[in-house]
């Protein structure tokens, strides 16, 4: 009843020519105009007795169009199994222009998976990062902590200093009318955080409790609200209350500004914190080599096609994170060359780090059960109060998305561990102020990279 002829018009790129016999098309057509005739109402026939030529000359197009519909949904899943391929994307139906009396003919275009063929792992040389914890990294959070952590003690009388907390009810106005989110009541603000958009905090210096001030301040021009960017604002002020800033003098009195109940405490809870985000760092690290030395060790050609489809998705994902926060979508960043030579290069990069990490779990057998996935649940529902981790399991099992992407993460660690354990490995330490440090350093290199772009 169907036949099908695979002819290769590129690496990965094929076309499936698909031809049924005419007698299903023709059966097929016969149902449809069938259905036409029981439902049509035309002037001078009684329902469901219209006769078949009538319906054919004045409504064939549709019975065709329906007909090739069915046609092509009932055997696309017979033609792709036939043609033995494996679609990478969604096959393209073409239809020819002309049938013939032969059959039924229709194309499917199809794009298969690029064939990867993994060199030995052992052959891979890797340099694995191991990050710890020192005790100068311990007593940096302590120091940090003793510098930032403050506790405010009210002031009668008090005038407002650099540092010092208000607590104040404001209303703003644009044009001499207030704008949605203008107003706030309790409000508490440390002068000189930079909390609220440049000249408010300055404009309270000096206030007491009590007192009424008008600030007549600009939004900045790059303002992430963009109906307010660059628009001069009043905002009408009321001073409730004065607050200085007190410091801990001590690590007991740290611990219990910030609820523990002694330095001993507030260290261990550090130092647990710090190792888990060394033992990350560490697993980062090490897995940006590996997934690097994978790379430079495979010449992958990518269908285009497969490419084209990944930006789209990429770009789709930006501007639905820009649009989440408030911030304007502009048709010409994705027009910008520098962009999509950008977009391009981060999907061919992911598209080939998945083919080859899809090679490595087919090979040595790496899947992810159930009780391990479960393990990862129940170290996510530790960030969650005891009430709510039963609470939060279950959500998480309820979201297909995300339980995707838990267990694709599982895997590409399981990956990254077996490559590790094959490969050759030589393993540089690091402290993890030393990691963060470089961190910084190459987030700020990529920040002024992007600022000349």
Not at 163 to 184: C, H, L, M, N, T
Request: with cysteine; glycine share 4%.
């Amino acid at each position: 009843m169907i036949q099908t002829e695979v002819k290769k018009l590129g690496d990965n790129e094929h076309a499936v020519n698909v031809q049924i016999a005419q007698e299903e098309y023709d059966r097929i057509y016969a149902a449809q105009v069938d259905k036409l005739i029981a439902k049509l109402k035309l002037p001078g026939f009684r329902p469901g007795k219209t006769p078949k030529a009538v319906v054919e000359k004045q409504f064939g197009s549709q019975a065709h169009e329906d007909t090739v519909s069915e046609l092509v949904q009932k055997f696309y899943a017979d033609a792709i199994e036939q043609s033995g391929l494996m679609p990478a994307l969604q096959p393209q139906l073409e239809m020819p222009a002309e049938q013939s009396d032969a059959g039924f003919r229709f194309t499917l275009k199809v794009v298969t998976w690029p064939e990867v063929k993994l060199k030995p792992l052992k052959k891979l040389s890797v340099q694995t990062t191991e990050v710890e914890v020192t005790d100068a990294d311990m007593q940096s959070v302590i120091d940090r902590l003793m510098d930032t952590q403050v506790r405010y003690e009210t002031e009668d009388g008090r005038a407002a200093e650099k540092g010092d907390q208000v607590s104040i009810d404001f209303a703003g106005f644009v044009d001499d009318e207030p704008f949605d989110g203008g107003r706030g009541e309790d409000v508490k603000l440390v002068i000189g955080a930079g909390q609220f958009i440049p000249g408010f905090e300055d404009g309270l210096t000096g206030a007491r409790a009590g007192e009424e001030r008008t600030l007549d301040v600009t939004f900045p021009e790059d303002y992430q609200h963009q109906p307010l960017a660059g628009k001069a604002a009043r905002f009408e002020v009321q001073v409730k209350a004065v607050a200085r800033a007190e410091k801990a003098s001590n690590e007991d009195e740290l611990a219990k500004m910030v609820s523990f109940d002694d330095a001993a405490a507030l260290r261990k809870d550090i130092r647990t914190r710090l190792e888990k985000e060394a033992e990350e760092a560490s697993y980062n690290s090490s897995r940006e080599a590996v997934l690097e030395a994978l790379l430079a060790a495979h010449d992958i050609s990518l269908p285009e096609a497969m490419v084209e489809q990944d930006m789209q998705q990429s770009s789709q994902r930006v501007v639905q994170s820009m649009q989440q926060q408030g911030m304007e979508v502009k048709p010409e960043m994705f027009a910008d060359p520098a962009w999509q030579d950008e977009l391009r290069q981060r999907s061919e990069r992911a598209l080939r780090i998945s083919l080859l990490l899809s090679s490595v779990r087919e090979e040595n057998d790496i899947v992810v059960s159930d009780d391990e996935v479960e393990a990862e649940l129940d170290a996510q529902a530790t960030q969650y109060p005891a009430d709510q981790l039963d609470a939060f399991k279950t959500w998480m099992k309820s979201q297909k998305e995300q339980m995707a992407g838990l267990r694709d993460k599982l895997l590409e660690k399981k990956c990254v561990a077996c490559i590790m354990e094959q490969a050759k490995t030589t393993a540089t330490s690091m402290t993890l102020d030393a990691w963060q440090a470089k961190q910084d350093a190459a987030q700020a290199q990529q920040a002024e990279a992007d600022s000349k772009e």
